[in-house]
Each structure stands twice: as structure tokens, then as C-alpha cells.
């Protein structure tokens, strides 16, 4: 006779940072919590994703910084730099954050479930052979990357997850891909010394963003050293080294003119595919529970995250929309509002997301860009500038092509009513946090111009703008 099914008031599948953070709240609501993970806790982000990129992008970010030293009249000798070491640090920080995330899930008095969950109907899921329900339950399983289905492609390329297990820094690099990912792969290589070849499918990359950040991103790139080869297609890869030491051959089709031509570039130790995610769906046998998925495979969900089946509701990457990280932790705190805590409206507005690019430089977005609100108001009013920061007034390093600093508000209506703001440039990151607060409240134009600016630094320019 088969043991009868553990039942939970919440059962929360995928122990990334969305589930993790509904989990917790429903928790803290009183509910009798599970969550299931079957790889590492804290998802992608800590993982393979945020964090440790951030942690990479700061290292490339010191070592422009002992490149700039010499303009301020420091006399600094670069001895070199150890991949190794910063990797070693890097995971044992990752160990801590897993570690940190048990021993919260514990203290919550959440119940802790290691392996892969496979619906067998509505209300159960089967892990390793053991059944357990759930009144309510979470898919929040996140997506992976993938590789093109290309010969050469799996066998001596890797995914951007790839990228956290390389072992030395390559001295020649080729990444494949034009979102946000494989930029600021391109970027840590290259702050960090690496020969960086960035192929894209079309003209520019970044194409989501507003052009002001496509555009001076793109520039800046190219003029500092990174080979970026557009409108191009890779269709085979290549290596004529040995397993030890990879010299690989990539092949492309390259769109020139309206002429396509078979082009080949050699010579990379290590080639990373950042071509995008998809939903990491296959193993949950959706179909036992009735749940719909969309035409792209990701979950079809309603603006309160529920899927077609009652009871099962699913947020973050998962569904393909808003795919980061604080967007399926805010989703995942409202959803355990409304389930446990009677807020029967709570919901995530998914308008004015703010999110950064951590490019070098970076840059950052929130609401509209210049395209979408010309599509969507008949009066828009664009504000502009561009400019070199005067960190850069004292640096000898960068020759003609300083780092550039770009900004713009796109505004709507007669009261010019702010529904776009788009910052290239060092520091972006941080001062978008600030004025996505502002857009989020229904600023003007008028507000930021009443605004006093704080002298001298780059982001007075936003309040200061004509």
C-alpha cells in the first residue's frame, strides 16, 4: 500500500529567489510551506546569474580603475591577475549564499524538498517517488539557456552558466548573442583583458532598449577594442586544437548588402553561446495538471499569476515576461498576500520596471522608450544630453574615446508627464534606483526641473535638462 500524500497548504516548485520569497511570505501568513528544488538554492541569481556576474563586472570595473590610476597620479604597477583565485572566492561566496538561504527557509519552519518535482494531477506532485499535495501550488522553476542546434555548437561552446565554470580568463573569446547577457559577458572579458569577438543577428544589439543606449553602448564597444560582427549567423564550429588547448574555427553566414557569404574567424580558446532562455518546463509533466503554456513554451499566466488550472499559479522567468530577478520576488510576495492574507486584489504592476545593463559602461532603463511612447501618445517631447564625466577629466588611458555618459526623458502630454527615462554611463546603475521612484509616481518634467541638482555630478544633468 502506497503512503499517503504529505499534504501543504502552499506547495512552492523551484527554490530560485521568487519562490523562495513566496514561500517565506506564506509562511510568515501562517501557511504550512514546502518548497522543492533540485539544484542549487537561490536560483539562477545566485548561482549563475546576478551575483556572481556583478561580482565578475566589479572586477572588470577594478581593473579600468588601476588603468585610470596614472591620470591621478598614482604610479601603479599591475602585476597581473588571478581567474583562479577571484573564482575561488567567488563560488565560496555563492556557498554562503546558498547556506543562507536553507538556513532562512529552516528558521521560517519551511519544509525543505531535494529533487525534481513531476505533476501526477492538479493537486500533487511526485518527488523521487513520494507524493505531496498542495491547496495551493507555485511553479517557479525559472528558465535555462540554450545552445543553437548547430554541429560544433554543444561539443565546443558553452551557455552563459558556462562562463561561471571557466577555470582561467581565455586571452581570445567569441560570444554569440545581442541581449543583455552576452553584452556584459563581452564586456567583463574585455575590461579584464581578453581578445572579445561579440557576434549579433542584426545591425546593433540591445535592440529592447531605447537607441540612446543601443547606440553610445555600441560605439563605445567598438571604439575600445570589441569586435562586433553584425547580421551574422554562426553555422558551424570548429576545433583545430586539442581538448587541452581549444583553438576554434567558427563559421557564419554573413548579410552584407543584401549578399549573404560564408565567413570564417578563428583562433578562440572558448566560445559562449548567449543566444536566450526558455522555460525550464520539460520535467513537471504540465499536462497531467492541466496547465496551459504558451505558443513560446513559456507558462500563460493573468496579472494575478494564476494558469489556466485553479490553484496553480506560476511567476518569474518561467513566465517569459520581466524576466529578473526582484520582478519574481515582488510577484511572489503579492501572490502569497492575496493567497494567505486575504488582500484578495494584490497583484505586481508590471509598468515601470527598472532594470540596468552592466556594460561597461553601464546603463539603465525605466518605462517607455522613445519608440514605444511615440506609438502610444501623440505628443512626446524628448530631452537629451550627452557628456564626458569629470572622473574621466583626469584619465590618460582612454585616448580619444573616453566613456561616455548619455541621457534621456521621454515625456508625454501636455503637463510632459515623465514615461521614460534611459541612462548611459558610469554609475547608471545606481542613480536609476532613485528616479524610478519618481517615474513610478507619475513625475513631470516640472518636477525633476524643480528638483535643486547636487554639484558636480553626472546625474544633475537629469534635473537640469532643457
Known amino acids: 500500500m502506497a503512503a499517503a500524500a504529505k499534504a501543504y497548504d502552499y506547495l512552492v516548485i523551484g527554490g530560485g529567489s521568487g519562490g523562495i520569497a513566496s514561500a517565506r511570505r506564506a509562511a510568515m501568513h501562517g501557511a504550512k510551506v514546502a518548497v522543492i528544488e533540485n539544484n542549487r538554492w537561490g536560483g539562477t541569481c545566485v548561482n549563475v546569474g546576478c551575483v556572481p556576474k556583478k561580482i565578475m563586472w566589479s572586477a572588470g570595473s577594478m581593473a579600468e580603475m588601476l588603468h585610470e590610476a596614472k591620470g591621478y597620479g598614482f604610479d601603479v604597477t599591475n602585476n597581473g591577475f588571478n581567474w583562479e583565485k577571484l573564482k ?29 518535482a513531476k505533476f501526477t494531477d492538479s493537486k500533487t506532485v511526485e518527488v523521487d517517488g513520494t507524493s505531496y499535495t498542495g491547496k495551493h ?10 545552445i543553437p542546434n548547430i ?5 565546443f561552446g558553452m551557455t552563459s552558466d558556462g562562463f561561471f565554470e571557466l577555470n582561467y580568463l581565455p586571452k581570445k573569446v567569441a560570444v554569440a548573442g545581442a541581449g543583455y547577457i552576452a553584452v556584459e559577458l563581452a564586456g567583463i572579458f574585455h575590461a579584464l583583458g581578453s581578445e ?33 560582427v553584425t547580421c551574422s549567423s554562426a553555422t558551424k564550429v570548429e576545433n583545430k586544437g586539442t581538448d587541452l588547448k581549444k583553438s576554434l574555427s567558427i563559421s557564419y553566414a554573413k548579410k552584407a548588402d543584401g549578399v549573404v557569404s560564408t565567413q570564417v574567424l578563428d583562433g578562440f580558446e572558448e566560445l559562449i553561446w548567449a543566444v536566450g532562455r526558455e522555460a525550464n518546463t520539460e520535467p513537471l509533466n504540465l499536462g497531467s495538471a492541466g496547465v496551459t503554456l504558451k505558443s513560446d513554451g513559456f507558462i500563460k499566466v493573468d496579472e ?13 522567468d518561467v513566465c517569459g515576461v520581466a524576466q529578473l530577478t526582484p520582478v519574481a520576488i515582488a510577484a511572489g510576495r503579492q501572490l502569497s498576500e492575496r493567497l494567505f492574507n486575504g488582500k484578495t486584489n494584490a497583484k505586481l504592476d508590471y509598468t515601470n520596471i527598472p532594470s540596468v545593463i552592466f556594460s561597461h559602461p553601464t ?7 522613445e519608440e514605444e511612447a511615440r506609438a502610444k501618445y501623440p505628443d512626446v517631447k524628448i530631452y ?23 541621457y534621456k526623458i521621454v515625456c508625454a502630454g501636455a503637463n510632459e508627464k515623465v514615461v521614460g527615462l534611459h541612462l548611459v554611463g558610469k554609475a547608471s546603475d545606481e542613480i536609476l534606483q532613485g528616479f524610478a521612484v519618481a517615474v513610478k509616481m507619475g513625475a513631470t518634467k516640472a518636477d525633476f526641473d524643480s528638483t535643486v541638482a547636487i554639484h558636480p555630478v553626472a546625474a544633475e544633468e537629469i534635473v537640469t535638462m532643457r
Open 151 to 155: 554541429p560544433g555548437a554543444k561539443e
Open 363 to 369: 546603463a539603465g532603463s525605466v518605462g517607455l522608450t
Open 137 to 146: 501550488i507555485l511553479i517557479a522553476v525559472g528558465g535555462r539557456a540554450w
Open 88 to 116: 575561488a572566492k567567488r563560488d565560496a561566496y555563492i556557498v554562503r549564499l546558498n547556506n543562507i538561504y536553507t538556513s532562512n527557509l529552516g528558521k521560517d519552519k519551511i519544509d525543505l524538498i531535494n529533487g525534481t
Open 196 to 228: 572579445v569577438t561579440l557576434f549579433i543577428r542584426n545591425e546593433q544589439f540591445l535592440r529592447p532598449f531605447d537607441d540612446i543606449i543601443r547606440d553610445n553602448i555600441m560605439d563605445f564597444y567598438t571604439k575600445s577594442g570589441i569586435k562586433i
Open 304 to 316: 494575478f499569476q494564476n494558469t489556466s488550472q485553479e490553484g496553480i499559479y506560476a511567476l518569474g
Open 384 to 406: 537629451k544630453t550627452k557628456f564626458v564625466q569629470m572622473h574621466y577629466a583626469m584619465t590618460e588611458n582612454y585616448g580619444d574615446h573616453k566613456p561616455p555618459t548619455a
